[in-house]
């Protein structure tokens, strides 16, 4: 079956450091991954994805994220945190059985707190 | 652009009772989505649309769960009727026929009582 799996509830860093929130996957073929933000009371935001390229894939703000196909991961990094970047983190891997279209299977997210 | 609209925000009935939401997702994005989303984990698929046409409802409890999108732009999802189980953040998606991520509303947070 095809799954995300994000190993950490939380992650705590203080602000300026750099960060890193897991996530791992298993899913036939070659995955499309995605990275979503989601604020408190608010959406999911688009951060950024990983179709094909270059490993290291720069979204938004400041955010970016390294392909491991040997490892099957795909975590978030940040070279330095603000306070501002603490809320939800979602991986997610596009079902490759949906026929094209972005049936998206997520992990169960990462609560990212950045401390002053 | 207008992003994902979705209403209402916050919904809070009592159990048996009817509920609706509604989507009006990004204009000329073809595909729609209601996602659900329970406290703690990440969202799960109900039902897909391409157009007017729902081609992926497989997780939709078909039981108590309705959804339309009539003339292929908003759209309605329907639970009738709500059990305690139900309370979540009901989330609605859309993606352009060529566009490999999704926009998201802010979703609406349902409590069942």
């Known amino acids: 079956a095809q799954s995300v799996a994000q190993p950490e509830d939380q992650v705590n860093v203080a602000e300026g450091n750099p960060l890193t929130v897991k996530c791992t996957y298993s899913?036939?073929?070659?995955?499309?991954l995605f990275w979503y933000v989601q604020y408190p009371n608010r959406g999911l935001q688009f951060l950024l994805k990983?179709?094909?390229?270059?490993?290291l894939v720069k979204g938004s703000y400041g955010f970016e994220a390294e392909f491991n196909k040997s490892q099957t991961s795909f975590h978030l990094k940040k070279p330095s945190a603000l306070v501002s970047d603490s809320a939800l983190y979602f991986c997610?891997?596009?079902?490759?059985?949906?026929?094209?279209?972005?049936?998206?299977?997520f992990g169960a997210g990462t609560r990212l707190a950045v401390h002053p | 652009e207008a992003g994902v609209v979705q209403s209402p925000r916050y919904k809070i009935i009592e159990k048996k009772q009817p509920v609706a939401f509604w989507c009006n997702p990004i204009?000329?994005?073809?595909?729609l989505y209601w996602y659900r989303q329970n406290l703690g984990q990440g969202p799960e698929l109900l039902i897909r649309y391409e157009n007017e046409e729902a081609v992926d409802d497989s997780q939709l409890p078909k039981d108590r769960f309705s959804a339309e999108r009539l003339k292929g732009v908003d759209s309605t999802l329907k639970i009738q009727p709500a059990e305690l189980g139900d309370s979540a953040v009901y989330l609605c998606?859309?993606?352009?026929?060529?566009?490999?991520?999704?926009?998201f509303g802010q979703g609406t947070r349902l409590t069942v009582v």
């Open positions: 899913v036939s073929g070659n995955p499309y």
């Open positions: 204009s000329g994005h073809n595909t």
């Open positions: 998606a859309s993606t352009s026929r060529d566009g490999t991520e999704a926009f």
């Open positions: 997610a891997v596009r079902d490759p059985f949906s026929g094209g279209y972005n049936k998206l299977i």
């Open positions: 990983y179709i094909t390229g270059d490993n």
